[in-house]
């Protein structure tokens, strides 16, 4: 499961961050995830609860998913739009243009740790 991995890359990232920092316990963890980036916010959040209570340094760790909004631009009119859902637009509500294209990011990034 690609969200499993992800989780995995997560808390190797975590056990970095706390050693750098001499910390202890992570109390709570930021994610930022991309529109585009495809991950099931569900499934990230299923992987984290499995895998942080194996280990004592997030055991208590709390984690909030903050999931951008899809957005689209267009290249006639320069409108962007937010998006809601996973329906893509078929042409710009601004100006009725066909010429729309993604943006935003397709990636996910630990936004915040919080630890002691
Ligand atoms: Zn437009």
């Known amino acids: 499961m690609h969200?499993?991995?992800l989780v995995q890359?997560?808390?190797?990232?975590?056990?970095t961050l706390a050693a750098e920092n001499g910390a202890e316990r992570i109390l709570l963890v930021t994610m930022?995830?991309?529109?585009?980036s495809g991950v099931v916010v569900d499934?990230?959040?299923?992987?984290?609860?499995a895998l942080a209570p194996l280990t004592?340094?997030?055991r208590?760790?709390?984690l909030i998913v903050l999931q951008l909004p899809q957005r689209y631009g267009c290249r006639d009119?320069?409108?962007?739009?937010?998006?809601?859902?996973?329906?893509r637009p078929e042409d710009c509500p601004c100006c009725g243009s066909r010429e729309i294209?993604?943006?935003?990011?397709?990636?996910?990034?630990?936004r915040q740790v919080e630890m002691e």
């Open 32 to 36: 930022e995830i991309g529109p585009f």
């Open 77 to 87: 009119c320069d409108n962007e739009q937010d998006m809601d859902g996973d329906a």
């Open 43 to 49: 499934s990230f959040r299923f992987g984290f609860e």
């Open 101 to 110: 294209f993604p943006l935003g990011a397709d990636d996910v990034v630990l």
């Open 3 to 5: 969200e499993f991995s």
């Open 56 to 58: 004592p340094l997030t």
């Open 9 to 15: 890359g997560l808390m190797g990232q975590l056990e």
């Open 60 to 62: 208590n760790a709390r």
